[in-house]
């Protein structure tokens, strides 16, 4: 059992006042983590209360603590999950050694890049998700958006620790420079793709929660099993808080499902459903193809010899690799990989260890599934012939093999004028964009009220009722 | 032995390059070209993927064919700005596939002809004002950024991503050999422990620090950074002193040469130009080359020298044998010594290249010939075979011919009194200053390092010598009897062709330069041998060498022996 310091202007489980170099350096930091808050966070709620959970310690009860309390003043504190006894690498070159607790030379760049790799998009959904607030469809979707932008804030802290107590004065530069990159900015943009496309409406929102935190699971399941040890713990404990980010996501996008059908049936089933101010359902399925392939970028090229080395050193894993695989070496094995070549698509194979990204997006892949199936059960249920689809992963690439090829959702092959043309058919389009908008332009504040274009949620939040004033507003 | 057909050939021409796109829109305002690299994954030279916009021999084939065209053919470019077309990858450096799929001897030339070619480019902006700038869009990896190092000035675009970076030694335990080490501390003056920390981090640097360093000149914000690195490009080309240079520009004309190969030339491998000729004789593993003097009367004017063109043959003899070199380097790798006839009247290379000399002075494109033929020389010094040179009846080794000579290991000379006319050396004012090597001196200085005052003293000897007065003048090594002549060098010729290549090349290339360092020194002598060594390490191309291991599943493992 950890001990939890709260006395401390950091709330942590890392016996940080032991450690007065690190507290220093992380105290220095921290009122430029809150002068970026304040800039980059939600904007026009940071007086509000919000009836937030603040995580002050990693025990069951401990992470789940559940108050008013306003954003800038939320304690985000630095948890590391409790270290296992005697816990040895279990993959790669080094497999049975014990695990670093310091970082071994070695492997300090490659560490570095890993983590502030991950340590970017924390921040960085926090900026794309800013004005979201200004349009929310109820209080309890926008209490769950703030909970999601505080956890991240967390999940930022969780990573600047990493940097600050092993890295040294790199570790600080870096941390300097993950508050001053800015998504979507181009002179300095976030590390990765995803991370500097707009997110500016919630449906966008729901699928982004959906489909990029989950991304954002499968490399933190991926970095729990490093041997460095620190960051396998930080990483397991910011697992338990992504959960509900992707809860967020799917339910969202479930209401939204909900919503329409019963509107689509209040219509007649023949009209244009857009005419009774809901979201149509292929208009759903745009935006679902658009962030499916947008996080899949998020998991590097096909055939990668970083990955493979970082599998070989022992500092990223394959997402349960103690569970799903009996060897751990992955030497000597391939992976059979479908490639394009002169048009047409071949399989080749790579060998396992290359073949990392692939192995960790096809987990994604079939772990993605499974919200889609209860958003047709939705659909079914309410008698729908209309089922969503994830696209195939060669749709709308920008990274790795499929980059330089274009294909349908479907998978299939074509040129890329044909995918100029068709787009539409399978993308957002603006005319797309400025509807979903035009349903979202004001904010519904009202006590369990909802949006026209969202169901309610079955229930409410720990226990309270869907009714709850979730954010007590102070600015009007 | 490579048959002909698939051997690797070195002309090419804009409308065929697949890799770069030279973009001379608003050149004749501005004074700026573009050089965009955009290198076709699919179109290596290999069974590789040049991913990244990385590069192979014929990506960089194109580049020097491209500077070398920007010199000739276009005198209203007074700077080059380098940049990439590709998001993201500015150029990633060669490609580590090839590197660690290619025979030691192909890798050791191919670093020779890309150090070649970026000698070229700071060549072309030293002596003929064609600046250069690297604007680097993108991530500047290993020879990416040994490119950019070879330019003027280095901007790199701030956007998150991009950065500099010589990640050879971390990531593959090779060096960053195109000269990337000598010119971090010997050109940019980058410090030695800054450089020591550069070149250790695999990611590279960016920002702020980059330029700190001296790694690069600017850091400019992705939204400015095309107008601030034209903008800068036109600076340059406004101040340059080959603004006064006045077109039309010279298309440099295809070589024409025929080859034959088989049983009507007796086995051997002929390479037939219109001044030169290169024989391969693979059985005894010699190359002859035959280079042939004017055969028509100087250019007077820039007129003249116009009208001539392509014909003229202080242009067409050297390119055709910086072709033959070429076409010998890459192709006959088992051949271990290139010995040098010349047919032709040596009062006419005299006169021609005085005649150059005078036009040089005052004509920009008579000026890129003399540069041209200096750089021509310069390939013969760093080739990597024994040279002799044969001097007999009929041969015209005189000014910039005889230059072939002291660029040989040995010169043999007939000595024959009944035929004393017809076998003479002769000095012209090419041999005094116009083509250096590369350590700075004259092949006659580097010649006489103990008698400095000697090189001097034969500026204004001016008529041919006899076997006997070359050989008082230290111009020949070995004058065997006419009776002797023939049985002489055949026994030189065997017993050189017998000796350890190895051992053969190490030691020519140490006893051909002496003399001072300079940055192209220190690049050919010392960064290259290091390299050369490293490749044939276990460390890195050994079965489990970091090379050989690149991209392959299991990590290095070195012998940790210092040797
Ligand atoms: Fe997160
Ligand atoms: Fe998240």
Known sequence: MSTVVNDTKIPNNVDLSSDKKLQRALEQWQPNFLDWWLEMGPEGFQQDQVWLRTAVSVDSDGWANF???????YRWGIFL?????????HFGDHIGQPVWNEVPGEHRNALRRLIVTQADTEPASVEQQRLLGQTCPSLYDLRNLFQVNVEEGRHLWAMVYLLHSYFGRDGREEAEALLQRRSGDPDKPRILGAFNAPCTNWLSFFMFTYFTDRDGKYQLLALAESGFDPLSRTTRFMLTEEAHHMFVGETGVQRIVERTCQLMKQAGMSEDVRKASAIDLPTIQKYLNLWFSLSLDLF?????????????????????????????????????????KDGRITREEIALRNAMNEVLRDQYVQDSQ????????????EGIDFRFTLPSRRFHRHIGLWADVAATPSGELISKEQFEQRKGEWLPTEADETYVRSLMTKPVYEKGKMANWIAPPPRGIKGQPVEYEYVRRTEA | MIKVMDAIRFETSPERYKHWRLELSGAETTGVARLVMDVKEDQGLGEYVLKQNSYDLGVDIELADAIQRIRFEHPEVRAIVFTSAKDRIFCSGANIYMLGTSSHAFKVNFCKFTNETRLHLEEASAASGIRSIAALNGVAAGGGYELALACDEIYLQEDGNSAVSLPECPLLAVLPGTGGLTRLVDKRKVRRDHADVFCTVAEGIKGKRAKEWRLVDDVIAKSRFDAATSKRAEELAKASPRAQAKGPGLPLAPLEVQRSIGENVGDRIVSQYRYVTLTIDPKKRVAELEVRGPDHEPPKSGDELRKLGNGWWALRAFRELEDALLDLRFNFLEVGLLVVRSRGDGGKVVAHDKALAALAAQDWLANEIALLQRRVLKRVDVTSRSIFTL????????????????????????????????????????NFGALPMGNGLTRLQSRFLNEPERAEELRGHEAPMTTQEALKAGLVTIAPDAIDWDDEVRVAIEERAAMSPDAMTGMEASLRYGGPETLETKIFGRLSAWQNWIFTRPNATGQKGALTMYGQPERAEFDWRRA
């Open chain 1, 67 to 73: 108050d008013y309390v306003k954003m800038p003043d």
């Open chain 1, 370 to 381: 499974r919200g889609v199936d209860k958003w047709n059960r939705v659909l079914e249920r």
């Open chain 2, 391 to 430: 001097v007999d009846e009929g041969s015209c080794f005189a000014g910039s011919v005889l230059e072939l000579a002291l660029a040989s290991d040995r010169v043999y000379m007939k000595d024959d009194e009944d035929h004393e006319d017809a076998i003479r050396l002769a000095l012209s004012p090419a």
């Open chain 1, 300 to 340: 590097g090229g096909e055939v990668s010899s970083n990955a493979a080395a970082f599998f070989a050193a022992g500092l990223k894993g394959r997402a349960f690799e103690d569970k799903e695989y009996t060897e751990h070496t992955a030497l000597g094995q391939a992976y059979a990989m479908e490639q394009p």
């Open chain 1, 81 to 89: 999950a409790d270290k296992v006894p005697d816990r040895k690498i």
